[in-house]
């Protein structure tokens, strides 16, 4: 299939050409078509499968086909993201999309100066692009009229609801035309009752789409965990940098604090390093952004909010530093590799107190992570892979090792602890404490980097029989449903 399928306005076309895409993603080839049949719009798709194209080139065409409909400088389509990187991006693709036609266009955030964004506004805009808080700020102070939108599309809704906008949305929704006199869509990357209700809401009879399995992490991402401890994770990431070579890799912390820590360590590592978070000033993120892009900062770190609607072509890594606290923040991260079907690697170092993190995420996934120690950087608490004890009795899959099945027995059983070390040759269990220190070098010569596929990593045992029930597709977790089943009373 090709973009000319869609009728679209030589304009745009020109503009998608020149952004050197050949041909639609499956998300645009669903979506465009009814989009532009000025169907609602419920679709699940993960952050760069393409979804944005997937709304803003209907919503280009309406612009450029349809006369305005209010009269005066009301703005005609809302785009409303749950933060300042996201809307900055999608700001860009309005920009480059629209490039050939005459579109106004402005993204409206808090943190900046809000005088220009008056000046702006005044002009009378076709799109607007804006986060909640900042456009209520002017939907107060009456600079921006909002009663005569055409499209309005909620963007990345999970997200939104998991930072508490739900109010911001609604009061949003309220300053709009009735639900029946606008074109409503809406775009999340994994689905609750939450997403459920406030869809419907917001849609009138939509349509579904759905791609590449809501909530489940791109294909093109190959995924690994590299079991360590807590103590040594900065010393294995300046490591896997430094012996990969990587030129590009985005980390990302749990906290802002960590965040900073993170980039003095690698810093003095001698690898460039800045670091993106809230508690950075609007300007400071974007010049960390731009350097980053620009391949003058080789580290970018940075917090599950500041990451947010970051799209680097072509991005190579991601490692979590530390695994998200909510599981679908690591379907959110590792979306910032492999994006529009590119391959992209997401590691992910894992110390012995955030299994019960790793498991939530294998659960929304559906898949176990393969499990890889890195020689030299064994951790002292080996990963593992079963489910928990409290987890059987919930009636998780069971791998019924039999009696003395906590974690450690059933590593043992696996060849997993330190039985397969001993086996290995390394008699404590701690290995070359010296290789361990080698190890923190950050310009490739330190031993330790060869990998070693751990039993775990295949899911193997010793005999090679599969270790355990978990390693089959995982229950989805509670409370989400199946969007083309269950949405819309079909459950
Ligand atoms: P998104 O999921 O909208 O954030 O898009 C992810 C990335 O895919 C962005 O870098 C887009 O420029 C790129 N992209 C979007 N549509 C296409 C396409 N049809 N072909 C190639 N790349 C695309």
Redesign the pocket.
């Known amino acids: 299939m090709s973009?000319e399928h869609f009728g679209l306005e030589a304009e745009i076309l020109r503009a998608?050409n020149e952004?050197?895409?050949?041909?639609?993603?499956p998300i645009?080839a669903q979506a465009i078509p009814k989009v532009l049949e000025g169907r609602d719009l419920m679709a699940g798709?993960q952050?760069?499968?393409?979804?944005?194209?997937?709304f803003v080139l209907p919503m280009l065409q309406h612009l450029a086909t349809q006369p305005r409909r209010g009269k005066g400088k009301a703005v005609r389509t809302l785009v409303l993201t749950p933060t300042r990187e996201l809307a900055a991006?999608v700001g860009e693709?309005v920009r480059d999309y629209g490039r050939h036609l005459r579109v106004k266009s402005a993204v409206i955030f808090g943190g900046v100066n809000i005088r220009p964004q008056m000046n702006r506004l005044r002009e009378g805009l076709d799109v607007l692009v804006a986060t909640p808080g900042r456009l209520l700020d002017h939907a107060g102070q009456g600079t921006v009229d909002l009663s005569q939108v055409e499209v309005f599309v909620l963007d990345e809704a999970d997200r939104m609801l998991d930072m508490g906008f739900i109010h911001d949305i609604r009061r949003v929704i309220a300053l709009l035309p009735p639900k029946d006199q606008r074109q409503n869509l809406l775009f999340s990357a994994t689905f609750s009752p939450d997403i459920r209700k406030l869809a419907n809401t917001l849609l009138t009879s939509p349509e579904l789409v759905e791609v590449a399995g809501t909530n489940r992490s791109a294909d093109t991402v190959a995924q690994r965990i590299h079991p360590v401890d807590k103590s040594r994770k900065r010393e294995l990431l300046s490591h896997l940098v430094g012996a990969g070579n990587w030129q590009q890799v985005l980390v990302f912390s749990r906290t802002k604090h960590g965040a900073n820590r993170l980039v003095k360590q690698l810093t003095a590592d001698g690898l460039e390093s800045a670091a993106i978070h809230g508690n950075k000033s609007q300007a400071a993120r974007t010049k960390a952004l731009k350097q980053f892009k620009d391949g003058k900062v080789r580290v970018l770190v940075a917090t599950d909010i500041a990451a947010r609607g970051i799209?680097i072509?072509r991005l190579p890594h991601v490692v979590n530093f530390d695994l998200p606290n909510v599981p679908e923040d690591y379907v959110h991260r590792i979306g910032r590799t492999g994006?529009?079907?590119r391959e992209g690697e997401a590691i992910s170092l894992v110390s012995a107190d955030e299994i019960h993190l790793l498991r939530d995420i294998e659960r929304l996934i559906g898949r176990t992570l393969p499990r890889e120690e890195l020689d030299g950087y064994e951790p002292d608490h080996s990963l593992p892979t079963g489910p928990t004890k409290s987890e059987r009795k919930r009636g998780k899959p069971a791998n019924k090792p039999g009696k003395g099945s906590g974690n450690k027995a059933r590593n043992k059983a696996r060849g997993n602890g330190r039985g397969q070390q001993q086996a290995q040759g390394k008699p404590n269990g701690k290995p070359g404490r010296r290789r361990r220190r080698g190890g923190a070098r950050a310009d490739g010569a330190a031993n330790g980097g060869n990998m070693k596929s751990a039993s775990t990593a295949r899911g193997k045992t010793q005999n090679g029989k599969p270790t355990n029930a978990h390693s089959q597709r995982a229950k989805p977790a509670r409370g989400r449903v199946n969007l083309a089943d269950k949405l819309f009373g079909n459950e």
């Open positions: 973009f998608i952004q050197g895409y050949d041909s639609p993603t645009q798709a952050t760069g499968t393409g979804k944005t194209a997937g991006q693709s799209d072509d994006r529009a079907g």
